[in-house]
């Protein structure tokens, strides 16, 4: 159905990686001072674009499911590659403050479609809205280390760690790092140096910086899943350079990050899903792997109370599919999960237009225009752009995983 799409994807790949060979605008020097924590100096090896190893998705109705998500997305989307934030899909307002974090996110999502798909109108789609959202980049290597993506007044952790994050999703769907005069691999790692700098002494990290007038964190400014993006975005970084650099900047987080209390962290789930990949994890990670299982089950009766949110649970989708890749890659037990993922899976499913647990009366017009949307629950009607970025990764992680074990 797609062989055409794929043909051109390989296409693209080959010409990104020949790109990235002959083209190359390296960037010789070092990531500058940390925010309190004196110098780090990685190693300066701007290698040509790797390619990625993605794991083949299998027809069927969830990978349908993944794509009218992609659909949705691409419906709303503006001529300026601005995303949809939110709707109502029962009176259409839109007036809400958009979170330009949650934005990028959604667009990565996008290359994740594109990759499930083979459909490349889903990769176009996401490459207008990453052109919109980088002009949020600051670099200032006179006062701050790295890039950071400004945003409400401020350069959050979050900010630069869902950056990497939607730059990744390109290169898994493309294996392509030059979007028009952008290096976008030099990009990532600009971020990089920002979320490294931003990392405590003791451990841990500041979650937001003032840019102006030289910088300054904000010590008290905490957001519960910044470090586990962050954590993610340096695997991320590994993969995508091959630099040991960021591969140890990433154990050493993650060494900070079990010894913490245990919450429902998909992020963190992502990071030891790709660690267990790309390297190994010891008895101690993944007994803290487990707990955070543990945690994300235990809640299971409060999520599935139809008055609470698909988007918290689609995050019960992804860390629980990322972990049973986790303890899959590790050798040890994972099967135990998969009823689990079932469970939220058809929670979330079905708040999947046309699907609707709430009995209500749905046109064909509304349809026409929300088709796909994952709205938020029987008390509240909107379709926000962060609860299809999460389905849409949730869904892809568990079939991967599915893919992993041989199951067809």
């Known amino acids: 159905m797609f062989s055409n799409n794929k043909k051109y994807l390989v296409v693209i790949l080959l010409a990104s990686v020949i790109g990235a060979l002959f083209f190359w605008k390296g960037k010789g020097g070092e990531a500058g001072s940390t925010a309190e924590n004196g110098s780090t100096s990685p190693t300066a090896t701007y290698t040509p674009a790797l390619i990625p190893k ?80 980088l002009e949020m980049l600051v670099s200032d290597p006179d006062h701050f280390t790295g890039t950071c993506l400004y945003t409400n007044g401020s350069c959050q952790l979050g900010g630069a760690a869902q950056t990497v994050d939607a730059i990744y999703k390109r290169w898994q769907a493309t294996g392509g790092l030059i979007l028009g005069d952008r ?53 991320q970084l590994y993969e995508m350079t091959g630099n040991e650099f960021w591969l140890t900047q990433a154990h050493e987080v993650n060494d900070y990050l079990i010894t913490e209390p245990v919450t429902e962290d998909h992020w963190h789930s992502y990071a030891l899903g790709m660690l267990a990949r790309l390297d190994k994890l010891n008895k101690t990670d993944l007994s803290y792997a487990k707990q955070i299982a543990d945690v994300v089950i235990e809640g299971q009766v409060r999520s599935l109370n139809p008055a609470n949110t698909s988007i918290s649970t689609a995050t019960k989708v992804e860390s629980l599919s990322a972990l049973a890749q986790t303890f899959y890659l590790s050798r040890a037990d994972h099967k135990w999960l998969d009823p689990e993922i079932r469970t939220f899976i058809t929670f979330v499913q079905a ?53 992993m074990i041989g199951n067809r």
């Not at 920002?194 to 964190?217: A, E, L, N």
């Open 183 to 235: 290096n976008l691999l030099a990009t990532a790692m600009d971020l990089g140096y920002f979320i490294v700098s931003m990392r405590k002494p003791q451990g841990g990290f500041y979650h937001s910086f003032d840019p102006h007038f030289g910088g300054t964190v904000n010590p008290g400014y905490y957001v519960i899943y910044y470090p586990g993006e962050s954590l993610l975005a340096l695997t």
């Open 351 to 403: 708040r999947q237009l046309p699907d609707n647990n709430c009995d209500w009366k749905i046109g064909r017009d509304l349809l026409a225009k929300y088709d796909g949307g994952v709205f938020s629950s029987c008390e509240e009607a909107s379709i926000r752009v962060d609860g299809l970025q999460h389905w849409i990764n949730g869904v892809t992680a568990y079939l991967e995983y599915q893919g």
């Open 54 to 133: 993605t794991i083949p998705i299998e027809d069927g109705p969830l990978k349908d499911s993944i794509i009218a998500a992609g659909d949705y997305l691409v419906r709303q989307q503006l001529p300026n590659g601005e995303l949809s934030y939110q709707v109502d899909f029962m009176t259409g307002e839109r007036s809400y403050s958009p979170s330009n974090i949650r934005l990028i996110g959604g667009t990565g999502s996008l290359f994740t479609v594109c990759r499930v798909s083979g459909d490349l109108k889903y990769c176009e789609a996401g490459d207008r809205a990453l052109d919109h959202y």
